[in-house]
């Protein structure tokens, strides 16, 4: 079956970078997208991988491995509206999108 | 971990015909679904929110004439897109929330992916 892992929860200290993983085994690979959720609000796009390496947009990064099934969002300079939810998704071969169950991503002063 | 379908998964229509999307929470009960569509590798805009029951909350710029929402049940919302045109071609996704606040977890669905000719 099809399926994505990411941690249920991280903590982490203002100002510090954390790295937030996403393993995936889906039927095909067309891409990988990261959201963001604040709590009662709608996802708003990150990132979106769909070659190997490194995208980094600002204090936002995003790899992916394709052979390792394997992406990861780093976020530098935490601040404290940064914590939320973060959503790993994978796009299949029939272009649909397979989601993880979250991150909730705790900041603490 | 709970589960969101929607069916169908593709559908190809002509101009001015309509389409109905469904959305069913499997393993849970939703008291609210959202429906969003998404443009390609952007963001997903939110275009309603729907209680169970009750009629469902717009969001400004989407028509509620032309996106008909119905939430008939606690595990199934339907998105009906009447009189469908080329520029409605879009992903749809919708989601489910189980529970009534707003720090509780959406689960996701798939998606549909709906081409207007």
């Known amino acids: 079956g099809q399926n994505i892992d990411q941690p249920t929860e991280m903590t982490a200290t203002e100002g510090a970078i954390v790295q937030i993983n996403c393993t995936y085994q889906?039927?095909?690979?067309?891409?990988l997208f990261w959201y963001q959720q604040h709590a009662g609000e709608a996802p708003t796009f990150l990132s979106y991988?769909?070659l190997d390496g490194l995208e980094e947009k600002g204090r936002f990064s995003s790899f992916l491995s394709r052979s390792k099934g394997y992406s990861y969002l780093l976020l530098k300079e935490l601040q404290m509206k940064d914590s939320a939810s973060y959503l790993c998704a994978v796009m299949d071969s029939n272009y649909q999108l397979i989601w993880g169950a979250g991150t909730k991503l705790i900041i603490k002063p | 971990g709970a589960v969101v379908s929607q069916h169908p998964s593709w559908v190809i229509c002509k101009s001015g015909t309509s389409v109905k999307i469904e959305c069913r929470s499997l393993?849970?009960?939703?008291?609210?679904m959202f429906w969003y569509r998404q443009f390609p590798k952007q963001s997903l805009m939110l275009m309603a929110t729907?209680?169970?029951?009750?009629?469902?909350?717009?969001e400004q710029g989407v028509e509620k004439d032309k996106f008909l929402i119905n939430h008939a049940s606690l595990t199934l919302s339907t998105l009906t897109v009447t009189s469908a045109h080329p520029e409605d071609s879009s992903f749809y996704i919708c989601?489910?929330?189980?529970?009534?606040?707003?720090?509780?977890?959406?689960?996701f669905g798939p998606g549909t992916r709906l081409t207007v000719l």
């Open positions: 991988n769909v």
């Open positions: 989601s489910a929330r189980e529970g009534s606040g707003d720090t509780d977890t959406q689960y």
């Open positions: 729907s209680n169970e029951g009750s009629k469902a909350t717009y």
């Open positions: 393993d849970f009960q939703a008291t609210t």
């Open positions: 889906t039927s095909g690979f067309n891409g």
